[in-house]
């Protein structure tokens, strides 16, 4: 029997994911932190997990340890201790390593979650990466403007995605970047050289430091952009091709980066750029599933569950997975307009009923619904098909024939 604890937050649509998908496989005792009661887990979960204790924040350590530290008394032992969302993965860390509970530690989640500790690491493994820099006001980012010149990218050191992400192309947009983020030596910000070319995410499985499976998806186009141009439907893309072409050749790279990075069991996302020069370079790398559907799309192009494939891996250090039979993709939809509601839907309809069975899995707007102000922006379709092209033209048709217009 494997003891598992998993931290909850809140109990989110995703949350709730994978305590169904832990509680349902063999030999698992599951119990949940959270800052929610234990009566808003749904019944049928709430039957199915041993332990619930109530923290009232979840990123501060000392209450993990104190939470955690209840189930031991309880069990006698906690084998795991879980949970997916970014920002958990430093506090989680630091909390095994207090209660001798294998899985990542501090020093390796410290190297995931620090930017500029992470490029350090891979520069000094002798991998591709943009220069960078920590920032601790004006001083510091004029110093690195000096050296690699404009345009550069300014963003958090513990950044999540591309929030709060910044390209400075001149000493104005310095300065405004640099008000958004108000660097100080307690609490630098992170500067790199912009590198240009096609982005792409690289997802691995790893078990006990080596990697046993890796995918490849599109970015079209790169989240920067798309943050950029919040009016901009953009697109996943997973090729049939588990490795194709353009990916196949960083699987050494990314495969080291994860060694030097501490990488032990667990499921990583990078994103990574490929120039026109040929060259391939990381761009940051996180030791979490991924976001923008990733695990939806590779759930359809696999025909598996890929939530329970991430929690068998985590808790039984075990990994399998079917030949790939679909190539996929996720099209976000985003509005236009300076209005804060969705006013008018246009093209929607007609294009999924012409597409037909390609269209798999869809969130889709609605008139009168608040304008979001996440960059995944008011809803996605996930499509799938045979071969790549059909793939990426069933998107192509699902961005340029829709249309949300915001009053």
């Not at 949970?83 to 207090?98: I, K, S």
């Not at 890929?306 to 976000?332: C, D, N, Q, S, Y």
């Not at 246009?346 to 999924?352: A, F, M, N, P, Q």
């Not at 069975?357 to 996930?382: C, F, K, N």
Request: aromatic fraction near 8%; glycine fraction near 8%; include cysteine.
């Amino acid at each position: 029997m494997v003891h598992v604890v998993f931290v909850a937050p809140y109990f989110g649509n995703t949350i709730l994911k994978c305590i169904d998908v832990i509680s349902s496989l063999e030999d698992v005792k599951l119990g949940v932190i959270s800052q929610q009661p234990e009566e808003h887990l749904p019944p049928k979960l709430r039957e199915r997990v041993s332990g619930h204790y109530r923290i009232p924040n979840t990123l501060d350590v000392g209450q993990l340890v104190v939470a955690a530290r209840g189930f031991q008394r309880e069990w006698g032992t906690v084998d795991r201790l879980l949970g997916f969302l970014e920002q958990l993965q430093l506090p989680l860390a630091e909390a095994r390593e207090a209660l001798g509970i294998s899985g990542m530690h501090t020093e390796a989640a410290r190297n995931f979650r620090d930017k500029n500790c992470m490029k350090a690491v891979l520069a000094q493994a002798g991998l591709p990466v943009a220069r960078q820099a920590r920032i601790r006001g004006l001083r510091d980012a004029e110093e690195f403007v000096e050296r690699v010149g404009f345009p550069i990218i300014l963003k958090p050191l513990d950044g999540l995605g591309t929030r709060d992400t910044f390209r400075v192309s001149d000493q104005a947009e310095l300065y405004a970047a640099l008000n958004k983020l108000l660097p100080t030596p307690a609490r630098p910000a992170q500067a790199e050289e912009f590198v240009r070319g096609a982005e792409h995410t690289f997802e691995t499985m790893s078990i006990r430091g080596e990697a046993v499976w890796s995918s490849s998806t599109y970015y079209l186009p790169g989240p920067l952009e798309v943050v950029e141009s919040p009016w901009i439907q953009y697109c996943v893309l997973l090729p049939k091709e588990r490795l194709g072409e353009h990916s196949a050749p960083f699987a050494e790279i990314n495969a080291k980066a994860l060694k030097a990075l501490g990488m032990q069991t667990g499921l990583s996302h990078m994103e990574w750029f490929h120039t026109k020069s040929g060259k391939r370079v990381i761009s940051e790398v996180a030791a979490r599933p991924p976001g923008v559907n990733i695990m939806s799309v590779n759930s359809f192009a696999h025909e598996v569950d890929m939530w329970e494939k991430w929690a068998r891996l985590m808790v039984h250090e075990t990994f399998t997975i079917p030949e790939r039979k679909w190539a996929a993709g996720a099209a976000f939809l985003r509005g236009s307009g300076a209005g804060r509601t969705v006013a008018r839907i246009d093209g929607l309809k007609e294009v999924l009923h012409d597409l037909g069975d390609a269209v798999v899995q869809t969130q889709l707007p609605r008139v009168g619904m608040p304008r979001s102000s996440h960059y995944e922006g008011e809803g996605w379709v996930i499509v799938r098909h045979p071969e790549t092209q059909g793939a990426a033209e069933a998107l192509q048709q699902v961005i340029s024939r829709t249309r949300i217009h915001y009053a």
